[in-house]
Nanobody, 121 residues
Framework: QVQLVESGGGLVQAGGSLRLSCAAS????????MGWFRQAPGKEREFVAR????????YYADVVKGRFTISRDNAKNTVYLQMNSLKPEDTAVYYC??????????????WGQGTQVTVFS
């Protein structure tokens, strides 16, 4: 089992940037595909980005493509989400997720507790 703890959320003006971090513990981090999801008030949780277990392949939701970048540092057991050109519609609780697979599945096995991102105009 792996434990995930997100950090880095906060309040930011539209057009600004934030970097989220997700620290993993409990198992060999490099054996896990990682990703980020988000859930806005009154909406369902949605996929944001994923990265394969070695960090060689990434994939993004269309709504964040070109603005967000997912990366991982297997030596630090951490995955990151760099968010640039933030928009008010990016406001949500952001969740880190993990799967003991090469590629993150649509229903990850492990989740963090979430970190709030609020973008104001």
């Amino acid at each position: 089992q792996v434990q995930l703890v997100e950090s880095g959320g906060g309040l930011v003006q539209a057009g600004g940037s934030l970097r989220l971090s997700c620290a993993a513990s409990g198992r060999t981090f490099s054996n896990y595909a990682m990703g980020w999801f988000r859930q806005a008030p009154g909406k369902e949780r949605e996929f944001v980005a994923r990265i394969d277990w070695k960090g060689g392949t990434t994939y993004y939701a269309d709504v964040v493509k070109g603005r967000f970048t997912i990366s991982r540092d297997n030596a630090k057991n951490t995955v990151y989400l760099q968010m640039n050109s933030l928009k008010p519609e990016d406001t949500a609780v952001y969740y880190c997720a993990a799967d003991p697979t090469i590629i993150l599945t649509a229903t990850p096995s492990y989740w963090g507790q979430g970190t709030q991102v609020t973008v104001f105009s």
